[in-house]
Structure formats: structure tokens, C-alpha cells
T-cell receptor, first 111, second 114 residues
């Protein structure tokens, strides 16, 4: 079965610091996509970053970057220079076709 | 470009009733997917429609159904509502362009079943 595991239910970080959220997945597929979505209290799901499995280069979007380890089936999200607005639930998702989500990590940002 | 819109945003129904939720995708997007989010089960895939055809289906009972119109707008219907159907229903649209494409989500419809 294809599963996504986020082992950190909650994380906290001080403003301007760096935090890394972990995600592992299980699949026998070789071609797939991985995503991080952010869900703030408004419940709107917002795309943070996307990674194609065939690309060795880690994706980067401004302060957000990933560490994609295909052999280890690991896909962590690093948030640099954390801001108060980064506080939200973060979901890792795997997609061979439909999105399969992890259980989420609640990130708190302290001033 | 306008984002994905969902109506209504909030809905209260009683057990046994049926409900229809609507989703309008981003202009130019032809694929619409539906997800259910609950505290207990998390985010679960319901179904995907592309060019008015159901292309993929999750593991939900037949009470959950959907359709897509020629303008790519989609509706999902839940018949004979149960208390456990209370959830946030999220709609997402994507182009797609061969294989998986990035899905962009609407604000969701919060359904409460009493």
C-alpha cells in the first residue's frame, strides 16, 4: 500500500530560525510527484513546494526547500528565516495520480 | 486568475438527508478532484473527474457520487447522510498535462450532519 508518514505531530520554531519537517513514504512506483501543502487556520490548502521523483535536484521556493532522498523514500521540508505567517499545519503528499496525504505536522512559530 | 471556488462554504444537514456541493475550477483546468478531511481519518481522496468522466475513485461507499459538466465545474453529492459524513470537503483542480499535475485547492465546504 502507498502510505505517507509524518512522524512529527507538532514542531515549534523561533522567528527567523530554521526548522525541518520530516516525511517518509512507501511506494513501489518509480515515477511520481511529492508535494508539501500548508493549511493555515482558514483551512485553505496552499501549495508550498513540489518535487518530481525523476529530478535529482532538490526543489526550492524562496525560504522553502526540500531534501529529497529517493532511495530512502524521504522528503523533508526546510523552512529558513521562519516568519509568524508560517504557522500552520503542513501536509506532505505523494502522488502517482491522486494525492495521498500524511497526517500533518502542526508548526508553531514564536516571536 | 481566479482560484478554485466552492459553494456553499458551510452547510448543516440532518441524518438521512442528501447534499450537493459545488466546485468551480481555475479557468483552463480540466481536472477536478474531491477530498474529505476529518480529524479522525485525515485527508482522503474521494474521486477525480476529467473531461466529464470519472477517472479515479477512492474507497468511499456508493452514497458518495459526483459529476463534471462541460465547463469543468463539478458537483459532488452525498445521499442518506450519516453523522460520520461531517467533514471539510475540499475540491482541487489541475490542468493536467500528462501524468500528475499540481492540484490547487479551494477553500472547502464545511458539512455538519446533525
Amino acid at each position: 500500500a502507498q502510505t505517507v508518514t509524518q512522524s512529527q505531530p507538532e514542531m515549534s520554531v523561533q522567528e527567523a530560525e530554521t526548522v525541518t519537517l520530516s516525511c517518509t513514504y512507501d511506494t513501489s512506483e518509480s515515477d511520481y510527484y511529492l508535494f508539501w501543502y500548508k493549511q493555515p487556520p482558514s483551512r485553505q490548502m496552499i501549495l508550498v513546494i513540489r518535487q518530481e521523483a525523476y529530478k535529482q535536484q532538490n526543489a526550492t521556493e524562496n525560504r522553502f526547500s526540500v531534501n529529497f532522498q529517493k532511495a530512502a523514500k524521504s522528503f523533508s521540508l526546510k523552512i529558513s528565516d521562519s516568519q509568524l505567517g508560517d504557522a500552520a499545519m503542513y501536509f506532505c503528499a505523494y502522488s502517482p495520480d491522486k494525492l495521498i496525504f500524511g497526517t500533518g505536522t502542526r508548526l508553531q512559530v514564536f516571536p | 486568475k481566479a482560484g478554485v471556488t466552492q459553494t456553499p462554504r458551510y452547510l448543516i444537514k440532518t441524518r438521512g438527508q442528501q447534499v450537493t456541493l459545488s466546485c468551480s475550477p481555475i479557468s483552463g483546468h480540466r481536472s477536478v478532484s474531491w477530498y474529505q478531511q476529518t480529524p479522525g481519518q485525515g485527508l482522503q481522496f474521494l474521486f477525480e473527474y476529467f473531461s466529464e468522466t470519472q477517472r479515479n475513485k477512492g474507497n468511499f461507499p456508493g452514497r458518495f457520487s459526483g459529476r463534471q459538466f462541460s465547463n469543468s465545474r463539478s458537483e459532488m453529492n452525498v445521499s442518506t447522510l450519516e453523522l460520520g459524513d461531517s467533514a471539510l470537503y475540499l475540491c482541487a483542480s489541475s490542468r493536467p498535462q500528462g501524468g500528475t499535475d499540481t492540484q490547487y485547492f479551494g477553500p472547502g465546504t464545511r458539512l455538519t450532519v446533525l
